[in-house]
C-alpha cells in the first residue's frame, strides 16, 4: 500500500480543511514539534482504512476522530496497492444527543489516468470510480481485499506506531510468541482442525451412502455384460443378413412394382378410349349457328334501310328553315303590336308631369316671395329695437337685471328688477320683433316645403320623359327587325309545317332504333351459336388431346359430326387391341407378388431365428430399420450394464478415496488438538523471521552483524570481532534501532509472504522518538533509511521533530499548530 494523497478536515487537531499530497515522495519526514500533530497525520490514514487507532484503544475511541466542538469529521485517502489506484472515506458525526457514530464509509476502485487535482473540485463519492463499500460494515473484507493486510498485521507492517519500535526484539520469549500468535494468525489451525473432524464425519457419511449405492449395483456383473455383449452380436448378425436378403426383396417388389405399373398405365388407356363418345346434339349445332348468321345479315340491312331513311328526312327538315328563328319573328310582331297600342299612354303621362311641375314651380316662387317680405320685415324690427334702446336706455337696461346679481352699470346688487313703464318704445319695439321672427319661421318653413315638391315632380317628369323615349326607340327598333317579314299568316304556315317534319323525324328514329334493337339481338344470337360451337370443338380437341398419345386419325374441321364419327370409332378400335394386353399384364402381376411374398418370408425367418419379432407390413426401409432398432436396444442394454458396472467400479474407488480421505482427515483433527503443532509453526515463522532479519541486517550494517535466535531468545553475530555471540539488551541505541527496523522489515515481508492475500507492501512508516539517541547514533540511523529509501522497492517515512535527521530527508511535511487548527506544509522536492 502506497499513500498518494490524504484530505482531512474536522479530523482531531486539523479542525479546517487539510490536505497532504505524498505524490513522488519516496523519502518524506513529518517534522514539527512535540503535539503539533505529525503522528496525527498517521492515525488519518489507518483511520480512513480500518476505523480505528491503535492509540485510541480500538473501535471504541471513535470519539477522539472529532475535533473540540466539531460536529463531523471527515478523511479521504488515496493510496495504491498492487498498480490500482483506491480512495477510502469516512466520515464521523455528533448526533444530539453527543454520541458520535460513523455516518458514512466507502471504498472506490478509480479509473487508470484519474487526475487526483479532480478531488479539489468537492467531488461526491460516487464521481470517484467504482463503488467496491459503500456502507461501513462492507469495508473491512473491501480494504483488506484492497491492501492485502488485516489491521492488526498493517500497523505492525506498513505503520509501527511509536513506543512498540523495539517491543518485539526485546520481548519475553513467551511474550514474542503470543506476538507472532496474534500477527500470523496462528487460530486459524483451530478452524483447520475442526474442519478436519468435520471433513472426517463428513467422509463416513458419504461412505455410508457409496456402499448403500454399491448394493444397489448388484446385477452390474461381468456375467452379466457379456451376456449382453453376446445379444448385441447377434443383433448385428441379423442386421448384417437382413441388408444382404433387402436386395432380392426390393429387386422382387421393383418387378411387382413395373409389372402392376404396365397394368395401371394399360387400365389408364381403355379409361381414356372408353370415355370418347358424341356429345348429344353435336350434329345440331353446326346447323344452329348458320341460321344465326342468316338472321344477324338480314337485321343489318334493316338498319341500314332505316338509316337512310332518316337521314332523307333530316334533310328536308334542314331545309324548311329554322324553328326558333320564324318563332323569334313572330315574337317581334306580338310586341310591335303592343308598343303601338301603349305609344298614347307614354305620351299622355309626359304631359300630366309637365303640368305638376309648373304648378309647383309657381307655388314655390310665390312663398319664396313671402320668406322675402318676412326677412325684410324682421330686419326692421331689429333696426326698430335698437333705435328704441337708444332713445330709452333704462328701459334697455332693465332686460339685463337679475335680482341677486351685479348691476353693469354701478357694480351694486340688484334687489329687484324694476317693471317695465307702460307705453314704452322698447317694450313695444320687441314685442314687434318677436311677431316679426315668427312671421319670418312660418314664411321660410313655407318656401322650403314648395321647393322640395317642386324638385320632387321635376325628377317625376324626367322619369316620364326617358320612359316615354326609350319606348319611342323600342317601337322604331321592333318595325326594323319585322321590315322584311313575310306576315303572321306566313310564319305560322312555315312552322306548321316545321312541325310535321319534326314528327315524322322522330318516326323515322323510333324505326331505326328499333332496327338496331333486333341487330343486336340477332349478332347475340350469331355470337352464341358461335360460341356453342367453339365450345363443342373445344370439348372435341379436349378429348382427342386425352387420347393423343394413341395416335388418332386427323378431324375435319369443317363438319364437327364427321370429326366426332371418325374419332369415336377409332377409339372403339383402339380399345379392343388393349383389352387383350391388359389381361397379359395381370398375369404378370400375380405371378411378381408371388415372389415378393416368398422373400419377405425368407427375411422374416431371419428375425424368427433371432428371436426378433419381425415387422408386419414392412418395406426394405422398415426391415432395415427394425433390424436396426434391435441392435440400438441390445446395445442400450449393454451399454447400461456396462456403465453400471463402471459406476460400481467407480464407487468402489470412491469408497477407497472416502476411506483414505477419512482417516486423513481423522488424523490431521488428533495431529492438530497436539500443543506441540503450534510451537513447531512458530519456530519455523521465526527461522523464517530471523533469515530475513539477518539478511536485512548485514545489508544495513555494511556486513557486521547476523541475527539468530536459540531457545527464544534473539543474539547477533558480531563479525568484526571473530564472530563473537552477544545477545541484543547489549547492542548500543543505533545499533538497538538497526536491529529492530531489520526485524520491522522482515516481519513485513514475511507476513506478506505468509498473508492468503499476497498483499505487496510498498511502503513503510516509522513513527519512532528519534530524540532519544546520540549524534553518532541518530548518523547511522539517518544513513540506514536513507539506504533504505535507496533501494526503491518501498516507500519510507519517518516521523521526527528531530532537525539533524529532517534535514537529511528530501520531503518534509512541516506540521505547525495554532490556536484553532494544525496546519501541513510541504517542503522540498
Known sequence: MRPIRLDMTGFTVFRDETTVDFTDADYFALVGPTGSGKSTVLDAIIFALYGQVPRWGGARGIANALAPSAAEAKVRLVFESAGDRFVATRVVRRDGRGNVKTAGAGLQLMPQGFDVTKLDTGMDLDDLGEVLAGTPAE???????????????????????????????????????????????????????????????????????????????????????????????????????????VPGLRAAREQESAAAATRDALDTELRALASVRTPPGSAEIAGATAAARASATEAAKEVRTAEEREEKIRGELAAAGDAGSLKLLLDRHAELDRLVGQEEWFAGEVQVAEVEYRDAVVAADLAHSAHLGATQLLEQARLDYTEA????????????????????????????????????????????????????????????????????????????????????????????????????????????????????????????????????????????????????????????????????????????????????????????????????????????????????????????????GAPAHADESGLIRAAAVAVERADAVWKRLADRREQAQQLSEQRMTLQQAGRVAKALSGHLRANNFERW?????????????????????????????????????????????????????????????????????????????????????????????????????????????????????????????????????????????????????
Not at 386419325?553 to 369443317?558: G, I, L, Q, S, T
Not at 541518530?778 to 533509511?785: K, P, Q, S
Open 139 to 245: 469495508m473491512d473484507d473491501a480494504v483488506q481485499g484492497a491492501v492485502g493486510l488485516p489491521y492488526e498485521q498493517f500497523t505492525s507492517c506498513v505503520v509501527l506506531p511509536q513506543g512498540q519500535f523495539a517491543d518485539f526484539l526485546h520481548a519475553k520469549p513467551a511474550t514474542r510468541q503470543q506476538i507472532l500468535v496474534n500477527l500470523l494468525g496462528l487460530h486459524v489451525y483451530e478452524e483447520v482442525q475442526t474442519r478436519a473432524a468435520g471433513r472426517a464425519t463428513t467422509a463416513e457419511a458419504k461412505l455410508a451412502v457409496v456402499d448403500q449405492q454399491l448394493a444397489g449395483l448388484t446385477d452390474a456383473s461381468d456375467e452379466a455384460v457379456e451376456a449382453a455383449e453376446g445379444v448385441l452380436t447377434r443383433m448385428r448378425e441379423l442386421t448384417a443378413a437382413v441388408e444382404a436378403s
Open 389 to 612: 334702446q337708444r332713445l330709452d336706455k333704462a328701459a334697455a337696461l332693465r332686460a339685463h337685471l337679475t335680482a341677486g346679481g351685479p348691476c353693469p352699470v354701478c357694480e351694486q346688487t340688484v334687489t329687484v328688477v324694476p317693471a317695465m313703464p307702460a307705453g314704452s318704445a322698447v317694450h313695444e319695439a320687441e314685442a314687434t320683433g318677436k311677431a316679426a321672427r315668427a312671421a319670418a319661421e312660418v314664411a321660410e318653413s313655407g318656401w322650403k316645403q314648395r321647393d322640395a315638391v317642386a324638385r320632387k315632380l321635376e325628377g317625376n317628369l324626367e322619369r316620364k320623359r326617358a320612359q316615354h323615349e326609350h319606348h319611342v326607340s323600342r317601337v322604331k327598333e321592333v318595325r326594323g327587325v319585322v321590315a322584311g317579314s313575310p306576315g303572321v299568316p306566313a310564319l305560322e304556315r312555315q312552322l306548321a309545317e316545321l312541325e310535321q317534319l319534326r314528327r315524322k323525324l322522330d318516326r323515322a328514329g323510333t324505326a331505326v332504333r328499333t332496327s338496331r334493337e333486333a341487330q343486336r339481338a340477332a349478332q347475340a344470337a350469331a355470337h352464341a351459336a358461335e360460341e356453342r360451337e367453339r365450345t363443342a370443338w373445344r370439348t372435341f380437341d379436349e378429348l382427342r388431346d386425352r387420347v393423343a398419345r394413341f395416335g388418332p386419325p386427323p378431324a375435319e374441321r369443317d363438319d364437327l359430326s364427321a370429326a366426332w364419327v371418325t374419332l369415336v370409332e377409332w377409339a372403339a378400335g383402339e380399345h379392343r387391341l388393349r383389352a387383350t394386353a391388359r389381361d397379359e399384364a395381370q398375369a404378370a402381376v400375380t405371378a411378381a407378388h408371388e415372389a415378393t411374398v416368398h422373400a419377405f418370408a425368407t427375411v422374416g425367418a431371419l428375425f424368427t431365428a433371432a428371436g426378433v
Open 681 to 829: 509453526l512458530l519456530e519455523e515463522a521465526l527461522d523464517l523471521l530471523v533469515d530475513g532479519a539477518s539478511r536485512i541486517l548485514r545489508e544495513l550494517t555494511g556486513g557486521q552483524y547476523d541475527l539468530i535466535h536459540d531457545k527464544g531468545e534473539f543474539y547477533v553475530i558480531d563479525h568484526h570481532d571473530a564472530g563473537l555471540r552477544r545477545g541484543v539488551r547489549t547492542l548500543s541505541g543505533g545499533e538497538t534501532f538497526q536491529a529492530s527496523l531489520s526485524l520491522a522489515l522482515a516481519l513485513s515481508e514475511q507476513l506478506a509472504g505468509m498473508s492468503t492475500t499476497a498483499a505487496s507492501l510498498e511502503s513503510i512508516v516509522l513513527d519512532e522518538g528519534f530524540g532519544t539517541l546520540d549524534a553518532a547514533t541518530l548518523d547511522v540511523v539517518a544513513a540506514t533509511l536513507e539506504n533504505l529509501a535507496a533501494r526503491g522497492d518501498r516507500m519510507v517515512g519517518v516521523v521526527t521533530h528531530v532537525n539533524s535527521l529532517a534535514e537529511r530527508v528530501p520531503v518534509r511535511f512541516e506540521v505547525h499548530k495554532d490556536a484553532r487548527t494544525a496546519h501541513v506544509t510541504r517542503v522540498g522536492l
